[in-house]
């Protein structure tokens, strides 16, 4: 997944330096607010911050006899630290260091994604407006239904991405909490001051109760709202890979010079990307089902929830990134076919004008049981291949004893069907920039 589609900040987020880097500052920060208290000598935490480094391969190395990545963690940076290494990590337990950089991390990398998703609503939008009355037929049941646009079919995918901008927004609120509480959250060796002083420091709320660990229900909203955006986004690639159908054909992913569709068969241009889509949403539903479990932990903490962290965290927002960036260049280069839209729109010979034929012959006066006869008798006519719809209901007599020629023909206009877009349009707030 680490591809020109994956951000560099997204990237960064979750690389191990930046992971450690994140756990110093969390070290020093509580050393600041235990010298503020007068527990540590004021003159401690500047030396600290000017010392304290950490080499990764060293922190490897101690934690192969150790066993405890945290232990090697404050044992490499002490070796910095000289003398004053003594007062690193005073009065914590491992999970006020690594639960509260782990949530300043999860607050960054939504940062990230609510830009990508941003950058789909922008990409969407204008698509949508441009094609806004773009006639094609709707299908429900993966049939002919009735006439709708390419530009509504755009907008609703437009408005639930703004769905998934709120869900994402919340998430972010939910997990941006620390928590420097001590062994069972009882604040029993630390201060509560120093957490408000670390939290405050990293862009975080002191979590308002906590056990060895921040509650994991957190975590699990979390994964939900991007499990939820990866099921947007397998949405909207099925329908791309429906319309890219050989025999409908009305919309297809982008295909670039030079690239090849088939081993095989040099002809083929197959939904590559919006299959992909697919298929990695199932990995983000699976990720949701892994944080779920996380929540039920026994008494205070075990850590049964910490090594599928370390999996599906980094694995979920980043593969989220990157189907984001993937299927935004999708929405921006996608080839669209209007006249084949308009094509398949009349290929039924008018069968999809059926209701508008129904609701003209009640609005005349005959009881609808009567009219729902006519009009589906004449309509399986037309699905047997005995003339076209239209042609058979501007020659019934039943019809024309109710309607008059004019009548039946307007009954046939598209624009009937699509002649509230704008309204829906303004709704959605769907305007072109002016």
């Known amino acids: 997944m680490i591809d020109r589609y994956t951000r560099p900040a997204m990237r960064k987020i979750w690389s191990e330096q930046n992971k450690f880097a994140r756990w110093l500052e969390v070290e020093m920060l509580a050393c600041e607010a235990w010298a503020e208290l007068g527990q540590i000598p004021k003159e401690v935490p500047p030396r600290i911050r000017q010392r304290a480094s950490f080499d990764i391969e060293r922190i490897d190395e101690i934690e192969s006899v150790v066993r405890h990545d945290v232990i090697a963690f404050v044992t490499a940076v002490g070796e910095t630290v000289g003398e004053d290494s003594k007062y690193i990590h005073f009065g914590l337990t491992s999970y006020d260091v690594v639960d509260t950089a782990l949530s300043s991390l999860l607050k960054e990398a939504a940062d990230v994604i609510l830009e990508d998703l941003g950058r789909l609503s922008a990409s969407l939008k204008k698509q949508a407006l441009k094609h806004k009355h773009t006639i094609m037929i709707g299908r429900t ?90 099921t947007s986004l397998e949405k909207f690639a099925t329908e791309i890979r429906s319309l890219q159908r050989t025999e409908i054909r009305e919309v297809e992913e982008p295909f670039r010079a030079g690239q090849k569709g088939s081993s095989a068969m040099p002809h083929k241009r197959n939904p590559v990307t919006v299959e992909q889509i697919c298929g990695l949403a199932r990995v983000l539903r699976g990720n949701l089902q892994a944080a779920l479990e996380n929540v039920p932990l026994w008494n205070e903490r075990d850590i049964s929830n910490s090594s599928v962290e370390r999996i599906i965290l980094p694995d979920s927002t980043t593969l989220v990134d990157y189907m984001l960036n993937k299927f935004t260049d999708v929405v921006e280069n996608m080839h669209i076919y209007p006249d084949r839209m308009r094509q398949n729109l009349e290929m039924t010979g008018g069968l999809v004008f059926s209701q508008k034929v129904l609701l003209a012959l009640v609005d005349s006066g005959m009881k609808r049981e009567d009219a729902y006869a006519i009009v589906q008798e004449l309509a399986m006519k037309g699905w047997g291949g005995e003339g076209k719809f239209r042609d058979l209901v501007v020659g019934d007599p039943r019809v024309l004893r109710h309607l008059s020629r004019e009548q039946v023909e307007s009954c046939f206009d598209p624009s009937h069907d699509t002649k509230h877009t704008d309204f829906i349009f303004q709704r959605l707030g769907l305007v072109a920039e002016s």
Request: proline residues 4%.
């Open 141 to 230: 049941h993966g049939i002919h239904a009735e006439p709708i646009t390419f530009g509504l079919k755009l907008a609703g995918w437009y408005a639930e991405n703004l769905r998934n901008i709120e869900r994402m927004e919340r998430a972010r609120r939910v997990v941006s909490f620390g928590k420097l509480s001590g062994a069972v959250g009882t604040y029993g060796n630390i201060d509560p001051y120093v957490e408000k002083y670390v939290c405050e420091r990293m862009g975080l709320e002191p979590a308002p109760i906590s056990t060895q660990i921040i509650q994991r229900d957190r975590h699990a909203e979390y994964v939900a709202a991007l499990a939820m955006i990866g």
